[in-house]
Antibody
């Protein structure tokens, strides 16, 4: 079964750091594009970052320079290192498999999400 | 950056109704448009990709159309399990900026 399971969320003070993990099963993370998407409480969806199968990474302007997406091929796991956290980073963070090609791009498998709360 | 809008922001409908949701992009995005369904406390679920392709396992009462800047999601006969929030998302931008629309909440009349 194709599945994604996020972990690592929690309560962190402003300016702090947190690393989220997303363990995949049923497919290989390194052979796919993988994205992070977040959802602030009561708000809509916001794309955060993507890592391509070749290793290229891209970020939303709101997190560029503070967040880093990476993967561990041996563990088949995706990560999101979040530094210099702000209150506005408070959200549920989802990882998703990204099926971007030349002619299309969509996220077809999603994890259940992990909650990050940034507060003093 | 490409901006996405949706209308209406919410709607009330009855089981069996035909429901149409509109999504508009601030510039042409060809057919790089996807639709997701999200229920409270759950992850989004892909319904339609590339504007009109039905994701595997999604009921045929869901359909998508459009290209360029204007797109629609249609539910031909609303079922109880369809009450949810629906988001459109563009995947046209390079480098990637996969912008979502603000969502349309469909609830019971």
């Amino acid at each position: 079964e194709v599945q994604l399971v996020e972990s690592g969320g929690g309560l962190v003070q402003p300016g702090g750091s947190l690393r989220l993990s997303c363990a995949a099963s049923g497919f290989t993370v390194s052979s796919n594009y993988m994205s992070w998407v977040r959802q602030a409480p009561g708000k809509g969806l916001e794309w955060v970052s993507v890592i391509y199968s070749g290793g290229s990474t891209y970020y939303a302007d709101s997190v560029k320079g503070r967040f880093t997406i990476s993967r561990d091929n041996s563990k088949n796991t995706l990560y999101l290192q979040m530094n210099s956290l702000r209150a506005e980073d408070t959200a549920v963070y989802y990882c998703a498999r990204d099926r971007t090609t030349v002619t299309t791009g969509y996220m077809d498998v999603w994890g259940k999400g992990t909650t990050v709360t940034v507060s003093s | 950056d490409i901006q996405m809008t949706q209308s209406p922001s919410s709607l009330s409908a009855s089981v069996g109704d035909r429901v149409t949701i509109t999504c508009r992009a601030s510039q042409s995005i060809s057919s790089y448009l996807n639709w997701y369904q999200q229920k409270p406390g759950k992850a989004p679920k892909l319904l339609i990709y590339a504007a009109s392709s039905l994701q595997s396992g999604v009921p045929s009462r869901f359909s998508g159309s459009g290209s360029g800047t204007d797109f629609t999601l249609t539910i031909s006969s609303l079922q109880p399990e369809d009450f949810a929030t629906y988001y459109c998302q563009q995947s046209y931008s390079t480098p990637p900026r996969f912008t979502f629309g603000p969502g349309t909440k469909v609830d019971i009349k």
